[in-house]
């Protein structure tokens, strides 16, 4: 038996693209998740203080709105909460499997069909396959001899241990990035001391996460046009900020002057304001909303350390000019392994092309979505499909729905394949790559949107409204479609 889609994961991605897919009248498909529960990032990343630096309005979907966010910004377990809604109310439960684990997805081209397969299931085939697992799904802890050798308590912040009691404790955090400015404040409320391990100092800016009054929620319920209106507003406000930090303008000198006065107000010593100064253009690296790490930092029982790390030994953490720090623990911040070459699990296309080998130097696609030689294939999230500036949510949205959409025309026609042609890919990519190289992100600062040689594979050069726009239209001459009779239809217009 074959289905008509397969989607892969139950996060924000795979959720809305089933919400989207019975929208299009398409129920034929089952969500594969590799957990026991749906929520992908957010139900990963529980770890004290964990919450979203984009405004809740944004950081959602606009066919799926929340009128009830209890602040400005939510934390972690209220997304869950979201999430979990919108699965309630599509009435998905039933399509869910649990407990699956992609190990690979082959093209039969024959029969126009993707098998994907399981650890320890039996495979199913699909007419078409959302790979949905995001880029944000597999934890990274850093390269650093000595890492197996330390033997007290080892935390990766995806991976939180609510069973481990921090209160007098030790405690190293490792990392300062969007998670580990949020981590350093809970833990200096518990622990006995913290020392923070700095490599580079980030760009901040302060974050007023203030609570929605009943009253403005009333509103939001009886007049969804508020909402909406309100959604528009931090839309188009966080659009004008890709002027500060997608290129290095004018704009990008306001971003660090309000960060650095932000640094000045906050930071009364000299010297520590000298180390949490960065040293490259603020949108190089993504951008930390927090008012509380500064004041956290400054605390009497934390401690930033610049020194860059050795190794770790079995008690502790060795810096560079020979000191040992002891702990209790060691919370690792420090992010993902985002697949900006290879892919999450193997794929295989026609004639068996192995898409792993084909993005072993850097991930390209067309549009972000489709990939030429892999037909009814498509991702979510994937390459250079990054915000700098927006939410997420707003290129996710526009992805699935232009990927809903490509599968309705599959099904409806009764097409074996709709395969990107590869000049048109070749041509995207070539502009992608041309544009890239006048934005901060590719300005010469080290940072995970770059493989090792420089490549960006993850960013998308310009506003939202653009990446958008780009998919509003299925262009059915972008592809090579192939009818069930293996014979080639002739080129339609969308």
């Known amino acids: ?209 203030t609570p929605t009054a009943d009253w403005i929620k009333n509103i939001y319920q009886k007049a969804p046009l508020a909402e909406k209106l309100m959604r528009a507003a931090w839309f188009w406000g966080h659009e004008s900020v890709a002027l500060g930090v997608v290129w290095d303008t004018p704009f990008t000198r306001l971003v660090e002057a309000v960060s650095l006065a932000n640094l000045r107000i906050q930071v009364r010593d000299s010297w520590l304001r000298r180390q949490l100064t960065p040293d490259f253009s603020a949108g190089c690296k993504r951008l930390l909303m927090t008012s509380e790490y500064y004041p956290a930092l400054q605390a009497e029982n934390c401690k930033l350390v610049t020194w860059p790390i050795a190794r770790l030994s079995p008690k502790g953490i060795r810096t560079v000019e020979g000191i040992e720090h002891q702990f209790d623990a060691i919370v690792f911040a420090t992010g993902f392994d985002v697949s900006k070459a290879g892919t999450p699990f193997p794929v295989t296309g026609i004639d068996g092309r192995d898409l792993a080998s084909e993005w072993n130097r850097g991930a390209y696609a067309y549009r972000s979505v489709a990939v030429s030689g892999y037909p009814n294939l498509y991702f979510t999230f994937g390459p250079n499909s990054g915000p700098g500036h927006s939410s997420a949510l707003v290129y996710m949205e526009a992805q699935i729905d232009y990927i809903t959409g490509a599968i309705a025309k599959l099904l409806q026609f009764g097409w074996k394949a709709l395969d990107v042609r590869p000049e048109v890919q070749a041509r995207y990519n070539e502009d992608i790559q041309r544009r890239l190289a006048s934005t901060t992100w590719n300005s010469g600062c080290q940072s995970w949107y770059l493989t090792e040689d420089g490549f960006n594979a993850t960013m998308f050069p310009g506003f939202a409204t653009q990446y958008v726009n780009q998919l509003k239209t299925v262009d059915l001459a972008d592809y090579r479609i192939t009818v069930a009779d293996t014979s080639s239809a002739p080129v339609l217009t969308a």
């Not at 939510?74 to 998905?92: F, R």
């Not at 990035?177 to 913290?194: D, H, T």
């Open 1 to 209: 038996m074959t289905i008509s889609v397969a989607i892969i994961g139950a996060g924000f991605a795979g959720i809305g693209a089933a919400i989207r897919l019975k929208d299009q009248g398409i129920t034929d498909f089952v969500i594969y998740e590799r957990d026991s529960r749906v929520g992908g990032t957010w139900r990963d990343n529980t770890y004290p203080g964990a919450a979203c630096d984009i405004p809740s309005r944004l950081y959602s979907y606009s066919f799926a709105p929340n009128p009830d966010w209890s602040h400005t910004y939510s934390g972690s377990a209220e997304i869950l909460q979201y999430i979990d809604g919108m699965v309630a109310t599509a009435g998905l439960e039933s399509q869910i499997r649990f407990g699956h684990n992609v190990t690979g997805v082959v093209y039969d081209q024959d029969a126009g069909e993707w098998t994907v397969r399981f650890r320890g299931r039996k495979p199913v085939r699909a007419r078409a396959v959302i790979v949905a697992s995001g880029p944000l799904a597999n934890v990274s802890l850093p390269d650093i001899p000595g890492i197996d050798s330390y033997e007290g308590k080892k935390i990766h912040s995806a991976r939180w241990d609510h069973d481990f009691d921090f209160a007098g404790k030790k405690v190293a955090v490792v990392g300062t990035g969007a998670s580990g400015v949020q981590i350093v404040p809970e833990l200096v409320k518990v622990a006995e001391s913290v020392k923070v391990f700095q490599r580079t100092a980030g760009w901040v800016l302060p974050r007023v996460n």
